[in-house]
């Protein structure tokens, strides 16, 4: 469950914590060794494994690990955990005293800062009309933004005074805001309608308000015959019924008791000066639910009724006025239903989990809605014509200066703790802050609400200023990007920069600086939305440009400074300095792409922008004149014409291709170290004589003849560098004795288990023993490493190359395998001296390893990429030649790296179900981590295709074919929009949808029937809207046109053949649902449509009207700024775990969470994840209570930043539901599974691995509640689904066989139970042999099975011999008892129980301290490692997968 699920995509600066933590002579206890590329450091890789190359998105040099501790790793974690200790300084009690109320405690930590009391004040029943105050403590007021331990004399029981303020302008409009939301906050509408960062949460409904009590409230065990257990028609095994409506269940709540009809701002503002000197600040205009019409005065003293009317003035005050300080208290005077109902709504307010309210970090769109109703509402209508943004009045100086809040954050210290969290809060605060502003600019400049700068160029061309945000359409302008592919590549340009932005913002050098920058696509225009640099619009581009080139490399300039900051960025990054001719034949020094330029803003500081060529291009998609691809890419039909010349390689891919890489340098260094050794051991020139000819061996060079071993060196590149998947795996003929390390599957990365097989023939003895035990790296016994534990990090260049901690080979390897353990020397050695002290023949070695990896040293490994080759326009200089050359191959290496182990590695996980996509999100992220860009999304799809086991991918076809079809829709509908005015948007969206889902084969557009103007008026205005010419083109399509577009942008985009004309044939051919493209093509392109059910199958009316289209969002993409330390933490908790640590694996992801929810603040997917690895270990550790209580927030925050159906979420749930279940609370656990299985049908359909695992815990709850036919049905066929995609022999086949027969059994039917398990029995007996504890087990219930069943048969004879008469000896049916009921649903969900008594735990220590011991004498760990689960020998509870 673990490598699923529980790790967090998250950078990891440097992994300092995570090795020392393992160094205190603990190791991994590998369960769970395939953990996904995303987080290399998850779960279950020892310590040594962890930090090759900084894995999937680990991207700090060693620059940076020295600062963060001088490269001393050893100090590292003890200063962490002080630290730790500094921020946690113990809270206090301190008593409040507010008007009206009685005094009251609260309990604050000394960091907090006086504002968060203001804040909680705020959100108080009783106090949350206030807002206009100040806190006292003897009199004296406190500052605002002052923390609470340096206040003088505030200590515990302290006793603060709430003191209202007299009120300013500014103080009544946010009084008047606080009120509005108070009256407001049980409305979804803001949630529907993505503003605000709020968003939707259901899991309230579920589970009949807070999880804790309700299973107090219902009396345990005795209320079983009343729950309903009928699931719904619809979510039944094989229902074909895919309903929309339940997917946003109503809350009862969210039909809240009206407070008031109207509350808005009067006609009558701004007081006049006359009263102004009275102490007027605004007038509002109110009616109450009586239907009284009253106007009421916001003075400095407080709110009271004034005598004006709708069309009379007069400000006097009424009598009585009713003066009060709040406007809660004054409308309470006034309004009996007001005082009621404001009561009640704030109680249901306070009861709802603050999960349910506090704001998102970014907002979150929902695709379906139901119909809201509008509702006047001032503050709103205030908000939309002003350019407030958040709370920009809280701001002195109103607009924000984003640029200089942007780059002064990165400027924080960050050398200890307290201020890295400071310094990464404030960076992510400004971040989201920056992504809300840009995204609501966005929209305005596209919805015409923003002037241009430009205005009198055509609209395509203009640029735009808004709220100190710079904003560009994506569009080639002014033939910029002619040579690269023009629009298409325009349209590329700004997500490839955005990914650069990304990469050297991770990389985080001091003293360079990226600028802001969104991307977001919004009806069919992409906008690129940027902060400024300080100046720049006051300079020709040509005056400021100081590094780079701003014509694509025919000028181009270089810059020291500029060298200097991004030769720290360049091994992080693997970007190698390189040089190019200008336009004078000059040769300039870059250490970027040409395209990449320097501009020293006005404040001084060094900015980078356009990286939008950072990584290498991507040959396999970029066909070059007289160049020849290696044979894997060709044979897949590269190189192949792309749109655009833009397409490059993502960064997960060069690390995974550096990593491989890394593993064949010390293969080949060792073998040929090995070779030497028999070379002077033998004395004989012909060493091979007896075993295979020496010429056969491509990796070994002879170093007697230097030209010789320069020339085998070359060719064992050739062999080597393909990557070949298919090379013959290395045979093992080894005499020597040498123990061998037991492999697991924990090699760096998915790519490294290709990499063993690269030699092709057979190799000399002594030799071979090299090779298998290098192929097993990173192994079980890999303790720490000694090289990097204290000292400076320096030494180890070898491994420190591309900016990782350690090599995967390091740690007790080398005991047994002389030819590795030299190389290793020897490198290190070779790169920390100038060399002089080693003889030649090393040298060479180390040389000859270099050269056929492609390493651009030749002492050492570093492999990094020039991202100019093949760029259009860029000339290097003469004596470049060669370089060029090696560059030139390496791009090629990677291209065919990518096609030949990559995609082969991800279809391998899905195929042992290591990777699991559900939907097209996690699709894509799948294939993201693996390096794979969409565009290969075709050829993963033939692959599979060709794959043997294709029936067990069926899922992932499908997936794969969804995608496919719903971008290449996507591409499509981009244009399409683009010539719709707005005033025909619905219906132009609604006609699109109609052609892409709809049976009714003639789906006509409805133009829409002008609602305002004359005909003959309106001619002539039609063309002046911005995109002109005739914006009705968009009504011809026809569904059978749109189907041709999808099936041709499919074959030239992506290469694949569609094999359809319209939707119908898409769901017969590939088994798609109509329900999931609806989804997937809604959440892509930004529409939100009416929940209610489609007919898509009618083929006498379209399934859509423009009445059912409600809005069209925007789709942001930005830069997530990351949580370094608390994901420190996190994995180190969870190394722990995986050790069998649990308390204090528990108390490191504690610690974690605290520093995220420090970083974050309280909503993060990180969080998410933290949360549930927390809910899990409460769980394995017993406390079931506080697993509920974590999981529920886990799933609250699930749905509120991934979505309610995300995947995730579903996952969340189905946790959720177990801990219910073992809480006893058994209805509801019922009720949160029947909830995943919908959104499970709606995602993805009934057809997938995950719906088993889904429907085995449906079924064991059902036993459980004696429903047997009910759980059959889900029983049955989970069965079936475990048999079709993990292989009708697999463990997990054999444990539904068994959950079969159990309910069989409850039934008395016993010939069913048998046969079933006698399967169940077979499959054991097979795979884990007559002796283990499971095929007893089996066999023992078979043959208590057949004894019942011979009972039951006499009885029956019994009964027919005797008639009535017969004496009956009562027979024995049991309904199933929870705990066992618990012990099945813990086996299926990964969880295993071993009840330890003291005498246990006692053997247990013994027991781990045995290992430790074996693991250092570094004998073989094959008879210790847990072979599966289902062992139950070993005696730790464990979190690991059944299978």
Not at 517 to 524: A, I, K, M, N
Not at 790 to 813: D, M
Not at 1224 to 1230: E, K, N, R
Not at 1360 to 1368: L, P, R, T, V
Request: glycine share 6%; charged share 25%; with cysteine.
């Amino acid at each position: 469950m673990v490598s699923k699920t529980d790790d967090i995509q998250a950078s990891v600066p440097n992994c300092n914590v995570n090795t020392v933590d393992l160094a205190e002579g603990e190791t991994p206890d590998h369960q769970e060794t395939k953990a996904p590329n995303k987080d290399p450091c998850a779960c279950g890789h020892s310590a040594s494994t962890v930090v090759m190359n900084g894995g999937g998105a680990h991207y700090h040099s060693e620059e940076e690990s020295k600062q963060d501790g001088g490269g001393d790793t050893d100090g590292v974690e003890d200063s962490n955990e002080q630290e730790v200790i500094v921020i946690q300084d113990t809270g206090f009690t301190v008593k409040i005293q507010a008007p009206g109320t009685e005094p009251f405690d609260l309990q604050v930590s000394p960091q907090e800062m006086v504002q968060e009391i203001h804040q909680v004040l705020m959100d108080r029943e009783d106090t949350c009309h206030r807002t206009c105050f100040s806190l006292q403590l003897d009199g004296n007021v406190l500052d605002n933004f002052a923390e609470l331990k340096s206040i003088e004399g505030l200590q515990e029981g302290s006793l603060l005074k709430v003191v209202e303020e007299p009120y300013t302008v500014r103080e009544a409009r946010i009084h008047v805001r606080h009120i509005r939301d108070l009256l407001k906050s049980l409305d979804p509408s803001d949630a529907y309608n993505g503003v605000d960062c709020n968003s939707l949460s259901f899991l309230s409904v579920f589970t009949d308000g807070d999880l804790g009590d309700s299973g107090k409230r219902k009396k345990k065990g005795s209320d079983l015959e009343q729950i309903d257990c009928t699931p719904p028609e619809h979510i039944l095994p094989g229902s074909k019924e895919r309903p929309l409506v339940p997917l946003q269940p109503q809350n009862k709540d969210w039909k809240p008791m009206q407070c008031l009809k109207v509350l808005t701002m009067s006609g009558w503002n701004p007081p006049p000066g006359n009263r102004k000197m009275h102490g007027d600040l605004m007038y509002l205009y109110m009616v109450t639910v009586e239907e009284r019409h009253i106007s009421i005065t916001a003075s400095t003293r407080g709110f009271y009724l004034n005598q004006s009317t709708t069309y009379t003035f007069n400000p006097k005050p009424a009598n009585p006025s009713f003066l009060s300080h709040s406007l809660v208290e004054l409308l309470s005077q006034i309004s009996p239903a007001f005082k009621k109902n404001f009561t009640v709504l704030q109680k249901t307010r306070v009861q709802r989990h603050p999960f349910e309210r506090i704001a998102t970090p970014f907002q979150v769109y929902s695709w379906t809605a139901p119909q809201v109703d509008h509702t006047m509402d001032c503050v709103r209508a205030e908000d939309a014509y002003t350019s407030r943004l958040g709370y920009e009045e809280h701001i002195p100086g109103q607009t924000r200066d984003w640029n200089e809040e942007l780059q002064t954050t990165r400027e924080l210290a960050r050398k200890n703790l307290p201020e890295r969290l400071l310094r990464e809060r404030a960076i992510f605060k400004v971040h989201s802050d920056f992504a809300a502003a840009a995204t609501r600019g966005s929209m305005a400049v596209i919805d015409g609400n923003v002037m241009a700068i430009n205005p009198g160029e055509e609209t395509r061309m203009q640029m735009f200023i808004w709220n100190n945000i710079f904003f560009s359409l994506g569009f080639d302008v002014r033939d910029h990007y002619r040579e690269l592919g023009g629009d298409a590549a325009a349209h590329a340009a700004p997500t490839n920069d955005l990914n650069g932005v990304r990469a050297y913002g991770a990389v985080d050098v001091e003293g360079l600086y990226t600028l802001g920058t969104v991307v977001v696509d919004y009806r069919g225009y992409r906008v690129t939305a940027q902060s400024i640099i300080p100046g720049i619009l006051e300079r020709e581009q040509e005056q400021s440009v100081i590094y780079g080139s701003i014509d694509f490399g025919k000028t181009v300039v270089s810059h020291g400074k500029y060298l200097e900051l991004l030769e720290r960025t360049s091994r992080p990054l693997k970007v190698q300095r390189h040089n190019v001719l200008n336009e004078k034949d000059e040769s300039v020094e870059l250490c970027s792409s040409v395209e990449c330029k320097g501009i020293i803003g006005n404040d001084g500081r060094h900015y980078i922008l356009d990286l939008l060529r950072t990584f290498p291009p991507d040959l396999n998609f970029l066909p070059v004149e007289g160049e020849e691809l290696s044979p894997e890419s060709v044979r897949q039909g590269f190189p192949r014409q792309h749109r655009h010349r833009l397409a490059c390689l993502r960064q997960e891919l060069i690390e995974a291709f550096v990593e491989h890489r890394y593993l064949l340098f010390m293969k080949m260094a060792a073998l040929q170290l090995m070779q030497q050794k028999a070379n002077k051991d033998s004395k004989m020139a012909t060493l091979t004589e007896n075993n295979s000819p020496e010429a056969a061996v491509p990796a070994l060079p002879s170093t007697e003849n230097p030209d010789a071993s320069a020339k085998s060196s070359e060719t064992s590149t050739e062999t080597l560098t393909d990557g070949k998947s298919d090379a013959v795996q290395i045979e093992t003929t080894s005499t020597t004795d040498a123990p061998q390390p037991a492999a697991t599957e924990a090699t760096t990365t998915e790519a490294a288990p290709k990499a063993e097989q690269t030699t092709e023939t057979d190799i000399p003895s002594a030799a071979a023993t090299t090779m298998t035990a290098s192929q097993a790296t990173p192994t079980e016994d890999n303790v720490v490493p000694t090289v990097t534990t204290n000292g400076p990090l320096v030494p180890v260049a070898t491994a420190i190359q591309n900016g990782e901690c350690e090599s995967p080979l390091e740690g007790k390897a080398e005991d047994s395998i002389p030819g590795l353990a030299q190389a290793k020397e020897l490198a290190e050695s070779l790169a920390a001296e100038d060399g002089s002290g080693i003889d030649p023949k090393s040298r060479e070695v180390v040389l000859n390893a270099c050269k056929a990896v492609g390493s651009i040293s030749n002492t050492s490994f570093d492999i990094r990429f020039n991202p100019d080759i093949f760029s259009p326009g860029v000339r290097f200089p003469e004596d470049s030649v060669d370089d060029i050359q090696k560059q030139k191959q390496l791009l090629k290496d990677a291209a065919a790296f990518l096609v030949s182990c990559q995609i082969p590695s991800l279809v391998k996980d899905c195929l042992d179900h290591s990777a699991l996509p559900m939907d097209g999100a996690t699709l894509t992220e799948a294939l993201h981590q693996r390096g794979i860009n969409v565009r290969y999304l075709g050829n993963v799809l033939e692959f599979v295709d060709k794959t043997p086991a294709k029936a067990q991918l069926e899922h992932f076809y499908r997936i794969g074919i969804s995608e496919l079809i719903t971008r290449c829709a996507k591409h499509i509908f981009k244009t399409y929009l683009q010539g719709v005015e707005l005033s025909a948007l619905s219906a132009a969206v609604s006609h699109f949808l109609n052609c892409f889902l709809s049976s009714f084969p003639d789906a006509v557009a409805h133009l829409p029937p002008d609602e305002l103007v004359s005909r003959r008026k309106n001619r002539k205005r039609r063309n002046r809207v911005p995109g002109g010419g005739d914006n009705t083109a968009w009504a011809s399509l026809t569904p059978s046109e749109l189907w041709k577009n999808i099936v041709s942008e499919a074959q030239s985009y992506y290469n694949f053949t569609l094999h359809c004309e319209n939707a119908d044939q898409v769901v017969e051919k590939y088994g798609l649902q109509k329900i999931t493209l609806l989804r997937e093509i809604s959440i892509k392109a930004g529409i939100q449509i009416l929940i209610k059910e489609y007919n898509f199958d009618s083929r006498h009316k379209p399934a859509f009207t423009e009445e059912d289209i409600l809005n069209i969002f925007p789709v942001v993409k930005h830069v997530n700024p990351k949580a370094s330390d608390a994901f420190h933490f996190f994995q180190s908790g969870q190394a722990k775990v995986q050790q069998g640590y649990l308390k204090e694996g528990c108390e490191l992801i504690n610690e974690a969470l605290n520093l995220f929810n420090n970083v974050y603040g309280a909503m993060h997917v990180e969080i998410c994840a933290c949360l549930r690895l927390l809910a899990r270990l409460n769980y394995i550790m017993g406390d079931h209570h506080e697993a509920l209580s974590n999981q529920q927030k886990a799933v609250l925050m699930s749905e509120r930043v991934l979505g309610v159906e995300h995947p995730n979420t579903i996952q969340e749930y189905m946790h959720l539901a177990l801990y219910c279940f073992a809480n006893g609370q058994l209805s509801t656990a019922l009720k949160l599974l029947y909830r995943a299985r919908y959104l499970m049908l709606m995602v993805c359909g009934e057809d997938h691995p995950e719906m088993a695992l889904l429907d085995s815990n449906i079924g064991l709850v059902l036993h459980g509640v004696m429903e047997y036919d009910l759980s059959l049905r889900f029983l049955e066929n989970a069965l079936a689904i475990n048999s079709k995609y993990h292989g009708p022999r697999s463990l997990k086949v054999a444990l539904s066989h068994h959950l079969v027969a159990r309910v069989y059994e409850s039934k008395a039917e016993f010939r069913s139970a048998l046969q079933h398990e006698k399967e169940g029995y077979t499959i054991y007996k097979n795979q884990v042999g007559e002796a283990h504890e499971k095929t007893k087990e089996s066999s023992e219930y078979l043959k208590y099975l057949t004894q019942q069943a011979v009972a039951l048969q006499r009885t029956m004879n019994e009964i027919y011999k005797n008639g009535s008469n017969a004496s009956i000896m009562p027979l024995k049916f049991t309904a199933p008892s929870m705990a066992s009921v618990l012990e099945q649903l813990n086996i299926i969900n990964g969880i295993i129980f071993i009840p330890l008594s003291q005498k246990d735990l006692e053997n247990l220590k013994a027991e781990v301290q045995r290992r430790q011991q074996l693991q250092e004498s570094g004998k073989s760990m094959e008879e210790l490692t847990v072979d599966g689960p289902l062992e139950l020998e070993d005696k730790i509870p464990m979190d690991v997968n059944v299978d």
